[in-house]
């Protein structure tokens, strides 16, 4: 029997049901590991205020080194570009709806502005990424730290803590969250970029677990790690974490073209640059290069 680690929260454990079905899908039974990391702990600082980078992936690595679980899931978006050294991502899942949504309370709607907000709206997020294109477009919100789990956000967006706040649709789609009588927007990928691995399960293992990293491969999805493979290369070569006011997005055609956008604050300036290729070789460089010089 496989044991899957995984963080507590509701997010985490659907993730975590998700692989099991997936496991049971091929005949492999599994069980879970639920482990607490320190971004689970500490609650009162954004993420720019935490110290180093795998806030929401450590404490499982850890525990995987020990031998205490066999693989671990993580939202691919919260995992460092650089593996701990004896483990490796082995497989990745389909990808749910990469794009970001902006939820906005009825009392801050202005259909006349830029993403339907009022003037000087208290926007929740604590993602640099999301703080620094929300600004470049509307320069007059006032940003707000908000953290906790998916639900709880969506409780302090009504309570009246803030106007609007932001949440991955991928997370809202997946936990089934009431959005009633909220405006939900969703934000272009190609224009609002998200994270690298938006949207994309990670399954992370033992590099010597030969055994778990073949039965893995049966629900492996490589047509999306060609994708991912760009957007955290890209995020590699800007020695990026969740720190990193980085979106890229990467995405695959009918015809087999790749497509990829990124987007990053550099030097109190927002970026933008856009590319396609036949090939996915090189992508990221060009991508950064293009960040770099424009």
Partial sequence: MLRIGTRGSKLALWQANFTQTELTRIGVESELVIIKTKGDVVQHLSFDKLEGKGFFTKEIEDAMLR????????????????????????????????ADLLIIRPEALDHGKVFKLKEGAVVGTS????????????????????????????EKLRSGDFDAIFLAAAGVSRLGLDTDG???IELNPRE???APAQGV?????????MDTRLLLKNIHHPEISACTNVERRALQLMDG???????????????????????????????????SSSTSFGMAEKLIAGLRTV
């Fill in 241 to 275: 974490g969740c720190q990193l006011p980085l979106g890229v997005h990467c995405e695959r055609d009918a015809t087999g073209h790749f497509h990829a956008v990124a987007a990053c604050e550099i030097a109190g300036i927002m970026r933008r640059t856009r590319l």
């Fill in 127 to 154: 993602a640099a990424r999301r703080k620094a294109q929300l600004l470049d477009f509307r320069p007059d919100t006032v940003i707000k730290d908000i953290r906790g789990n998916v639900p709880t956000r969506l």
């Fill in 201 to 209: 399960l990670a399954w992370q293992t033992n590099r010597d677990d």
């Fill in 192 to 194: 609002f970029v998200p």
């Fill in 67 to 98: 031998g205490e679980i066999d693989l671990a899931v993580h939202s691919m978006k919260d995992l460092p570009t650089t593996q701990p050294e004896g483990l490796v991502i082995t497989a990745v899942s389909y990808r749910d709806n990469p």
């Fill in 182 to 184: 909220l405006e939900v």
